[in-house]
T-cell receptor
Framework: RKEVEQDPGPFNVPEGATVAFNCTYS??????FFWYRQDCRKEPKLLMS???SGNEDGRFTAQLNRASQYISLLIRDSKLSDSATYLC????????????FGQGTTLQVKP | AAGVIQSPRHLIKEKRETATLKCYPI?????VYWYQQGPGQDPQFLIS???????DKGSIPDRFSAQQFSDYHSELNMSSLELGDSALYFC????????????FGPGTRLLVL
């Protein structure tokens, strides 16, 4: 079982749709949580950090449930440019900052 | 703003050859991480350095070694290359280790023939 699990998709949605991605992690001692975005053959780019209180950045909302070891990302009013792979990422419980990646969820926004 | 620099961007090698990948972190970042992303896979942590000392080690083969130099740049040395080493190799840097945000370089695409 992978340490970080995501539904790989693909999610095919029309422009303007709302789409939600979910992720679970196995290590209850994990400290930090992130969503990264990766475009084809490019480097992962930080989309947002995830906090228990929830955080919002424009059309993007992330939520963390430590009790359930569950992380979510909500994208509202999808744009064509949102098409990418979204990686759920967990910082290992140690102090070294090692990141553990989920397998990614592919989003394709269609006109 | 300055980003993480990796060189070369593309590399083609034959089996049993050696390769050296270089990473230049963002200025004032003292921590460097190396990740390997195989085709259709998620990035896997290889090794990290903090203040020029190895701080953590992941699924890095014994054929690979790495170090961080006094100017904080890092090099990943790969020997006896195998076909399965073909992958994207990303370097990331952060200011301090731990939960700090990691910024990724554009990666080196290695193809082993």
């Amino acid at each position: 079982r992978k340490e970080v699990e995501q539904d790989p998709g693909p999610f095919n949605v029309p422009e303007g749709a709302t789409v939600a991605f979910n992720c679970t992690y196995s290590n209850s001692a994990s400290q930090s949580f992130f969503w990264y975005r990766q475009d084809c053959r490019k480097e992962p780019k930080l989309l947002m950090s995830v906090y228990s209180s929830g955080n919002e950045d424009g059309r993007f909302t992330a939520q963390l449930n430590r009790a359930s070891q569950y992380i979510s990302l909500l994208i509202r009013d999808s744009k064509l440019s949102d098409s990418a792979t979204y990686l759920c990422v967990v910082n290992d419980s140690g102090n070294t900052g090692k990141l553990i990646f989920g397998q990614g969820t592919t989003l394709q926004v269609k006109p | 703003a300055a980003g993480v620099i990796q060189s070369p961007r593309h590399l083609i090698k034959e089996k049993r050859e050696t390769a050296t990948l270089k990473c230049y972190p963002i200025p004032r970042h003292d921590t460097v991480y190396w990740y390997q992303q195989g085709p259709g896979q998620d990035p896997q942590f290889l090794i990290s350095f903090y203040e020029k000392m190895q701080s953590d080690k992941g699924s890095i083969p014994d054929r690979f070694s790495a170090q961080q130099f006094s100017d904080y740049h890092s090099e990943l040395n790969m020997s006896s290359l195998e076909l399965g080493d073909s992958a994207l190799y990303f370097c990331a840097s952060s200011r301090y280790q731990g939960g700090e945000t990691q910024y990724f370089g554009p990666g080196t695409r290695l193809l082993v023939l």
